[in-house]
T-cell receptor, first 115, second 112 residues
Framework: GAVVSQHPSWVICKSGTSVKIECRSL??????MFWYRQFPKQSLMLMAT?????????EQGVEKDKFLINHASLTLSTLTVTSAHPEDSSFYIC???????????FGSGTQLSVL | GDSVTQMEGPVTLSEEAFLTINCTYT??????LFWYVQYPGEGLQLLLK?????DKGSNKGFEATYRKETTSFHLEKGSVQVSDSAVYFC???????????FGGGTRVLVKP
């Protein structure tokens, strides 16, 4: 089946620094990518939807200036957590769908810990 | 808005035991329902789905039936194996290509 690669798997950073998470579709063209966040014992919450070549659509309550999403190609989307703070510590996971959006494929997730 | 509620884990079972993970949803219209599984160190994988009322999704010995009257989609497996240890997510979607709404996930640990 289709593969979505997400890196890094885990990252620890100091408060105030920025962290970039990459999501790549390895064997298909991902016209749409989704970014989710999960706090401990809570649901996966959609943060934003990005379509290749256009600006991401953010869910209510998600700061677009803090969580920068770039989907510059059909195989790569990045999420940058800018000026990270401890409250941004969470599990971030991406998913991708091809044309038609009939199937979603997920990355393995990134555990971010901000000290 | 739409929401999915599933039982909290962890659920610890012995091998060959019967597994049930409850999932209920709140949504307008007629959503499609999904169960995703995340094995350690891997991404979420679609386990099974059902697109209309009374449909039964099945895969790898797991089953779930779309019950509109009880707004439920409980996951069951008659005899679990150690390899079924994972986190299971119930989810719904209202239109193809639209966003998924997930439950909180249930961690299942199967002991030999």
């Amino acid at each position: 089946g289709a593969v979505v690669s997400q890196h890094p798997s885990w990252v620890i950073c100091k408060s105030g620094t920025s962290v970039k998470i990459e999501c790549r579709s390895l064997d298909f063209q991902a016209t749409t990518m989704f970014w989710y966040r999960q706090f401990p014992k809570q649901s996966l919450m959609l943060m934003a939807t990005s379509n290749e070549g256009s600006k991401a659509t953010y869910e209510q309550g998600v700061e677009k200036d803090k969580f920068l999403i770039n989907h510059a190609s059909l195989t790569l989307s990045t999420l940058t957590v800018t000026s990270a703070h401890p409250e941004d510590s969470s599990f971030y996971i991406c998913s991708a769908s091809g044309q038609g959006g009939e199937k979603l494929f997920f990355g393995s997730g990134t555990q971010l810990s901000v000290l | 808005g739409d929401s999915v509620t599933q039982m909290e884990g962890p659920v610890t079972l012995s091998e060959e035991a019967f597994l049930t993970i409850n999932c209920t949803y709140t949504a307008t219209g007629y959503p499609s329902l999904f169960w995703y599984v995340q094995y350690p160190g891997e991404g979420l994988q679609l386990l099974l789905k059902a697109t209309k009322a009374d449909d039964k999704g099945s895969n790898k010995g797991f089953e779930a039936t779309y019950r509109k009257e009880t707004t439920s989609f409980h996951l069951e497996k008659g005899s679990v194996q150690v390899s079924d240890s994972a986190v299971y997510f119930c989810a719904l979607i209202k239109a193809a290509g639209n966003k998924l709404t997930f439950g909180g996930g249930t961690r299942v640990l199967v002991k030999p």
